[in-house]
């Protein structure tokens, strides 16, 4: 039979950048079992995976294994495992700190060390090949390398994949305004989290029963956030004079509470009272609500000092405003730099 190996495709190569990580330990996987095999034909018991770990203590000994992993920017757990093998192997010896009973101090042992002379040779035909190597590329390999790794040290892999993730859950998101045939939706939204959380009051019955009177009759605003073409969240704009407006009853329903639902209403809203030319958005929350009030705090809402008589709910409250003057005042100031 045909052996059409040659013909076949590299998917990891194929992927690019979405299988970046697979194909640098496939590269890397690749060298070091190369080095190994070099290792062996030399008839000289060591592996290209312990190479940081001994050369590192054989420059600088005794070391704990948090100083290893910290020096060599590798996990605690690798470290030990790395170490293990070559204790196994006899290449370590390990002591108590004098000074500190509970760490373990490592170091090469006589073994190791004769070993490692008579590495050094090898290590230098490493170097050259490996250099010789780099260089066909014609790049800075190494220096775009250390740049990938800086640019991780400022932000992670986790954090640039869950920003994007938020972006697209908050483009996927659409906001609707009142329509009558959304007010059971906004009743049944916020008697959700209401019933969860509180008992409903007066004014949540008033608010709820009645939008069109209560809000929308006043100049205030109703929103809603429509996703996969399904009601999921709602927000509303009480207003309270030609420059204020309250942000209050805002619900999600549980299940899309992950999905930057509540950022959309929140950010929908703030720009409803912007096209209104108000000053200050006014709001209520509770300081059990743990991911509201942070998110409020994300958008600028400052906490608001006010009477107990200010506030239109029985349960427990706290007043946050946002300043939309000071926000545009910050814009200005910026573009004018």
């Known amino acids: 039979m045909k052996n059409n190996k040659k013909n076949e495709t590299d998917f990891i190569e194929e992927l690019g950048t979405l299988a970046f990580a697979s194909r640098l330990r496939r590269l890397s996987e690749r060298l070091l079992r190369d080095v190994s095999l070099t290792y ?36 605690h757990p690798a470290v030990n495992q790395v170490a293990g093998a070559m204790t196994k192997a006899g290449l370590l010896i390990s002591a108590r700190d004098s000074r500190d009973d509970r760490r373990r101090l490592l170091s090469l042992s006589a073994t190791g060390k004769s070993l490692a002379r008579k590495l050094q040779p090898i290590w230098q035909d490493i170097q050259e090949a490996t250099a010789e190597l780099v260089n066909a590329s014609g790049i800075d390999l190494l220096g775009a390398i250390a740049q ?14 869950s920003t994007r993730c938020k972006e697209r859950q908050l483009a996927a998101v659409e906001i609707v305004d009142y329509q009558p045939r959304f007010r059971k939706s906004f009743a049944r939204l916020n008697l959700e989290w209401i019933e969860r959380y509180f008992t409903v009051e007066p004014i949540d019955k008033r608010i709820l029963e009645d939008p069109e009177g209560q809000i929308i009759a006043n100049g205030g605003s109703v929103l809603f956030a429509r996703l996969d073409r399904k009601i999921v969240g709602t927000v ?102």
């Open 40 to 75: 062996r034909a030399e008839n000289l018991n060591f592996e290209a995976r312990w190479f940081p770990v001994f050369y590192l203590l054989w420059r600088q000994s005794p070391l704990a294994v948090t100083a290893i992993a910290q020096r060599l920017h590798l996990t």
């Open 148 to 161: 990938v790794e800086k640019s991780l040290d400022k932000v992670n892999m986790c954090e640039r994949v």
């Open 236 to 337: 509303a704009l009480i207003r309270h004079d030609s420059t204020t407006f309250e942000l209050t009853k805002m619900a999600v329903t549980e299940k899309a509470r992950s999905l930057q639902v509540g950022k959309r209403l929140a950010l929908a809203a703030i720009e409803h009272a912007k096209a209104r030319k108000a000053r200050k958005i006014l709001l209520f929350t509770n300081p059990k609500l743990i991911a509201a009030n942070a998110l409020y705090r994300q958008l600028g809402f400052k906490p608001l000092s006010v009477s107990r008589a200010e506030i239109p709910f029985r349960r427990p409250s706290i007043a946050m405003e946002l300043s939309l003057e000071r926000n545009t005042k910050q814009r200005q100031h910026r573009s004018q730099k």
